[in-house]
């Protein structure tokens, strides 16, 4: 499931509910609180912002209704982090296939995610703002997608450490430096003007390089003794 396919045509009119308000729905299921939160929110615009009458207006029900679905707000922020989570590994395993055809598997991540960023992928700027600035039970939904990242990619460094016969020292850590890293700089990407994007990308693929290169070094010299 993607973001756009929860995000439906607003045109379409609303169902005569059973209170006899107009524009409101008789029935409505967890997706269309999601996509009514997702419409709110965008590249400038928190999940943590909003209220649960404004979600529940957007979706077209009573506020009374959300409850049928969600418990709280941070339910459903919780809920579409973790799909957030989900959207986006799907495109950095994309990203894997175009390191297959010859590109590097670093500089093609990371164009992955960017391409993704710029497209106004709001799930995946949910993920980006809601762990600097929700609510904690928000952060802990964002730093457990965060860890299924590094799980990842620490074991994509285990693998191609074994296929080339070398060691990286502490896979589990670097992996965790390079995910964080490259979450942080997203976060500033979101600021910043697409122009600027090149050359993120560029700074990035050598921060990561660098690191590597140092867990290697580092996994040599202990190697050796």
């Given at each position: 499931?993607?973001?756009?396919?929860?995000?439906?045509?607003?045109?379409?009119?609303?169902?005569?509910?059973?209170?006899?308000?107009?524009?409101?729905?008789?029935?409505?299921?967890?997706?269309?609180?999601?996509?009514?939160?997702?419409?709110?929110?965008?590249?400038?615009?928190?999940?943590?912002?909003?209220?649960?009458?404004?979600?529940?207006?957007?979706?077209?029900?009573?506020?009374?209704?959300?409850?049928?679905?969600?418990?709280?707000?941070?339910?459903?922020?919780?809920?579409?982090?973790?799909?957030?989570?989900?959207?986006?590994?799907?495109?950095?395993?994309?990203?894997?296939?175009?390191?297959?055809?010859?590109?590097?598997?670093?500089?093609?991540?990371?164009?992955?995610?960017?391409?993704?960023?710029?497209?106004?992928?709001?799930?995946?700027?949910?993920?980006?703002?809601?762990?600097?600035?929700?609510?904690?039970?928000?952060?802990?939904?964002?730093?457990?997608?965060?860890?299924f990242f590094e799980d990842e990619?620490?074991?994509?460094?285990?693998?191609?450490?074994?296929?080339?016969?070398?060691?990286?020292?502490?896979?589990?850590?670097?992996?965790?430096?390079?995910?964080?890293?490259?979450?942080?700089?997203?976060?500033?990407?979101?600021?910043?003007?697409?122009?600027?994007?090149?050359?993120?990308?560029?700074?990035?693929?050598?921060?990561?390089?660098?690191?590597?290169?140092?867990?290697?070094?580092?996994?040599?010299?202990?190697?050796?003794?």
């Amino acid at each position: 499931m993607t973001a756009s396919s929860l995000v439906p045509d607003r045109g379409a009119t609303g169902s005569v509910a059973s209170d006899g308000q107009a524009g409101r729905k008789p029935t409505i299921v967890r997706e269309d609180l999601i996509a009514a939160a997702l419409r709110l929110t965008g590249a400038h615009r928190s999940v943590s912002t909003l209220s649960l009458r404004e979600v529940a207006r957007e979706a077209g029900i009573a506020p009374n209704s959300f409850y049928r679905q969600f418990h709280d707000m941070d339910e459903l922020a919780v809920a579409l982090i973790d799909m957030a989570g989900e959207s986006l590994r799907r495109i950095v395993g994309d990203a894997r296939k175009r390191a297959v055809a010859g590109r590097s598997i670093v500089r093609g991540s990371l164009e992955a995610f960017m391409e993704r960023l710029r497209a106004d992928d709001k799930l995946l700027h949910v993920l980006l703002r809601e762990g600097t600035v929700g609510s904690d039970a928000f952060k802990r939904a964002v730093d457990r997608q965060l860890h299924f990242f590094e799980d990842e990619l620490r074991a994509d460094l285990v693998r191609i450490a074994a296929a080339q016969g070398i060691a990286f020292h502490e896979p589990g850590l670097v992996a965790r430096a390079i995910t964080r890293l490259v979450f942080a700089m997203g976060g500033t990407a979101l600021d910043s003007p697409p122009e600027r994007d090149e050359a993120l990308i560029d700074d990035l693929s050598h921060m990561i390089r660098m690191l590597l290169r140092g867990a290697h070094a580092i996994g040599k010299i202990k190697g050796s003794r």
